[in-house]
């Protein structure tokens, strides 16, 4: 089983960037299609990016669109997320997932998840 632990988080004033990171270890990261979700308070859990597992395809949600980018690097068995221009809404803790086959937007398609890290984007 790959364990995802997810690093980058922070507070930043809204405009700004950030890069989340996501390390994995434990399994072959490279049959694993990759996906970033955030959740605020009172809100479900939202898909923001998703990456197979080439790094080829790349899909975002509508938040995401023209703002993050996604990649990943099978070497370092690492996902991140380009956060930029970032807005107080984007403000919610931030996961990875892992999914042994293509990328999905439905958070119970993934099997695999980090324990998140916070992002605080302020007015």
């Known amino acids: 089983q790959v364990q995802l632990v997810e690093s980058g988080g922070g507070l930043v004033q809204a405009g700004g960037s950030l890069r989340l990171s996501c390390a994995t270890s434990?399994?072959?990261?490279?049959?694993?299609?990759m996906g970033w979700f955030r959740q605020a308070p009172g809100k479900d859990r939202e898909f923001v990016a998703g990456?197979?597992?080439?790094?080829?395809?790349?899909s975002y949600g509508d938040s995401a669109k023209g703002r993050f980018t996604i990649s990943r690097d099978n070497a370092k068995n690492t996902v991140y997320l380009q956060m930029n221009s970032l807005k107080p809404e984007d403000t919610a803790v931030y996961y990875c997932?892992?999914?042994?086959?293509?990328?999905?937007?439905?958070?119970?398609?993934?099997?695999?998840w980090g324990s998140g890290t916070q992002v605080t984007a302020s007015s």
């Open positions: 434990g399994g072959t990261f490279r049959i694993y299609a």
């Open positions: 990456i197979s597992r080439s790094g080829g395809v790349t």
């Open positions: 997932a892992a999914r042994p086959s293509a990328p999905g937007v439905v958070p119970r398609e993934y099997t695999n």
